[in-house]
């Protein structure tokens, strides 16, 4: 259409054809339910905590052994990786210290600096103890976060338990993380308090 001429009034404008849907050998597939509205907030504050959802039954056309095994993928995968982490956190702090209290022996200028400046002793130590509380809460939310996972695929059945029970993070595996961390951490602060 040039710029110069209006557009005629009088012509019908060409209409978009409509599409034409292929036949299809399946059915058309139903429409999900709506979902049920939220109870009112005060209600909520009434009731526990809902648990974390169990894996969902397959849609349609999915088949069931490969959804299962699907979801068997992922719960594992996350449930080794909650393993790894666990055993990278102690072991990045056990490492860390160890630097640190080779680190306040060895060197002459660290030693003079921390007896000269005590506020930096002081921040240190309490440093030290917030990060040893963090990496025991964090310890003890693996532990909930594994026995989870592992109630999970347990509820999935798709291989057997002793496929994956060696990635459990136990509560003693826990207890015994914190113990060897406080006990680096004591080590590192009595350095700290005899340099």
């Known amino acids: ?3 110069d001429k209006p557009p005629r009034a009088d012509r019908p404008k060409p209409e978009d054809p409509e599409p034409v849907e292929p036949e299809l050998d399946e ?6 339910p709506e979902l049920e509205e939220p109870p009112p907030e005060d209600a909520a504050a009434d009731e526990p905590a809902p648990q ?11 088949d069931p052994k490969v959804y299962r095994e699907e979801m ?10 909650i393993y790894k982490s666990f055993h990278n956190l102690m072991r990045d702090l056990v490492v860390f210290s160890l630097l640190v209290m080779g680190w306040l022996v060895t060197s002459r200028f ?8 005590l506020v930096i002793l002081y921040t240190s130590l309490v440093m030290i ?4 509380a963090m990496y025991s ?13 592992l109630a999970q695929l347990d509820e999935i059945g798709y291989a057997d338990r002793a496929f994956y029970r060696n990635y459990r993070v136990t509560p003693t ?10 006990a680096v951490f004591t080590l590192l602060c009595s350095t700290l308090l005899t340099v």
Do not use: N, W
């Open 1 to 3: 259409m040039r710029p």
């Open 27 to 32: 059915p058309p597939l139903e429409e999900e």
């Open 52 to 62: 974390e959802p169990a894996p969902e039954e397959p849609k349609k056309g999915i």
């Open 72 to 81: 068997f993928k992922i719960v594992c995968g996350s449930f080794v990786d």
């Open 110 to 117: 660290s030693q003079g600096y921390i007896r000269t400046h």
């Open 129 to 132: 103890g917030l990060i040893f």
């Open 137 to 149: 809460i964090e310890a003890l939310r693996i532990v909930r976060i594994s026995r989870r996972k």
């Open 173 to 182: 595996m826990a207890f015994f993380g914190i113990v060897l961390v406080c």
